[in-house]
């Protein structure tokens, strides 16, 4: 069953609902704690055979919200979630089962292990730039470590929001998994609640609030944040492959991606190469006339859209050249694919995160003048770099922190589930897929085995005599 559409209920009867769910979950977090592996795989194997069966009123749903086509929603959103869900299903025995530790000379004769431990009551907040990917994706690494959940996605999707709300309701009672539809006003009253875990994506900002609301009862967080990602370009890149790769890094989306390259640093010997093979690979992409474009995405809506323009605006304002696009249409919510040359640090597009198919090119020297750039703004959840020189590779990841690096590509580190994926202290908070998910939902909890009777520790008890020192010194020689 599912949660009753929020949007129709006056608000005290919706918090309401929440706190019972909420106690409903609680309550039910013995059962989820005590179940194996094999249970949780068949649960997680129904959740992928669902999502199948309704893919494509998930393909419209989100052309609703975006006009994205039904490939970029496969490939984006769906695509994901089954490979996430596939590899769970063939390594979650394995991570749950305990880990033998060593044991050291202190506690001779005892046997230490951890054991996984589902965290209990979860919390997702999900944004609405990927609503599926980024709400499901959480959700199945929460299921695989035995978790009650509450799902909270973004109003500003409400066609997916509500399709997600219905497929939910399917397959999960809701003392398992819930999802609340609704505003702001409806993620304050479910951050009031003593959760054991919080798994936000979203702003830096609002990662601010869901850290100091969580730090009321103590829950720990997962925190997917963004910030501004940079491309770098060395002298010795193959230009028309990095052009391409950049192009549907950037535009995949309408640029509305937290790991999108956000500004490209080009050596100054390929820029002019780089900005031209940039015009000629959106024209092949998208067409001569970008708008009628299939595969072309629109930004979520008007506020965004104007945010995104006056990025633009001010900017020109200020100096920056449009060398690329630059056309808008508020009646769809159209921004062309725009890049920007002459740009500095006292704009607003080099200062906040773009989130919109907008990319400034600045040009360098070297690679000194690069990574001391990327270093002067906050650590990044994305850096690429393109380039054939591997010292002027090893250089970057040497002198530069983010959250995650792709050589000569953009984007598909996130598609490895073998690597951790998550930001650095503004770009976010912990780390998430494959078994880093399933160990951000777990309690990690440490298991000491003693044996009984005479013990390592009980040479030391007191009283402290001058034979126990001798013993206790011989002891830290060995450690």
Not at 230 to 235: F, N
Request: with cysteine.
């Amino acid at each position: 069953m599912s949660t009753t559409p929020l949007h129709n209920s006056p608000f005290e009867e919706i918090e309401a609902n929440i706190k019972t769910v909420f106690e409903a979950q609680r309550a039910h977090t013995q059962k989820l704690k005590n179940t194996t592996a094999s249970e949780r795989i068949a649960k997680l194997k129904a959740l992928k055979k669902l999502i199948i069966e309704n893919r494509e009123g998930l393909q419209q749903a989100i052309h609703q919200d975006f006009r994205k086509s039904p490939t970029d929603t496969d490939l984006t959103e769906v695509l994901p979630i089954l490979s996430g869900i596939s590899h769970i299903i063939k390594h979650l025995s394995t991570w749950m089962k305990p880990k033998r530790v060593a044991t050291p000379i202190t506690v001779l004769g005892s046997s230490s292990k951890i054991i996984y431990e589902p965290k209990g009551v979860c919390l997702v907040i999900s944004p609405w730039n990927y609503p599926f990917q980024l709400t499901f994706d959480p959700l199945i690494y929460a299921i695989a470590s035995g978790n009650a959940v509450i799902l909270k996605p973004s109003e500003l999707t409400p066609h997916t929001s509500f399709f997600m709300e219905q497929l939910i309701g399917k397959l999960f009672p809701p003392e398992e998994v819930a999802l609340f539809e609704g505003d702001a006003h409806v993620a304050q009253a479910l951050l009031k609640l003593p959760f054991d875990h919080i798994f936000f994506t979203g702003s830096p900002m609002l990662g601010k609030v869901v850290m100091r609301a969580a730090a009321e009862h103590l829950t720990s967080v997962t925190l997917e944040l963004g910030g501004k990602s940079p491309v770098i370009i060395d002298e010795t890149a193959d230009i028309k492959d990095a052009v391409e790769k950049i192009t549907w890094g950037k535009f995949i989306n309408c640029g509305q991606t937290c790991i999108a390259p956000d500004y490209v640093l080009v050596h100054k010997n390929v820029q002019k190469e780089f900005m031209e093979g940039m015009k000629e690979c959106i024209a092949k992409f998208y067409g001569e006339d970008v708008s009628k474009s299939a595969d072309f995405a629109r930004i979520v809506n008007q506020r965004h859209f104007l945010r995104i323009k006056g990025l633009i605006t001010q900017a020109v304002e200020q100096g920056a050249k449009v060398l690329v696009g630059g056309e808008m249409r508020e009646n769809e919510n159209y921004i062309s694919p725009t890049i920007m040359s002459h740009v500095n640090d006292s704009m607003s597009v080099m200062q906040e995160e773009i989130f919109g198919p907008v990319l400034p090119v600045i040009p360098i020297e070297n690679m000194v003048e690069a990574t001391q750039y990327v270093a002067s703004k906050a650590k990044p959840l994305a850096l690429y770099f393109f380039g054939k020189n591997e010292q002027n590779m090893n250089y970057v990841l040497q002198h530069s922190t983010a959250g995650g690096t792709c050589i000569n590509d953009t984007l598909t580190h996130i598609g490895n589930t073998d690597l951790r994926f998550g930001g650095v202290n503004n770009s976010g908070i912990g780390k998430t897929h494959g078994h880093y998910g399933f160990l951000a939902f777990s309690n990690e909890r440490a298991v000491l085995h003693q044996r009984i009777g005479l013990t390592t520790i009980k040479l030391l008890y007191p009283p402290y005599t001058k034979q126990k020192d001798q013993l206790l010194q011989m002891f830290k020689k060995f450690v």
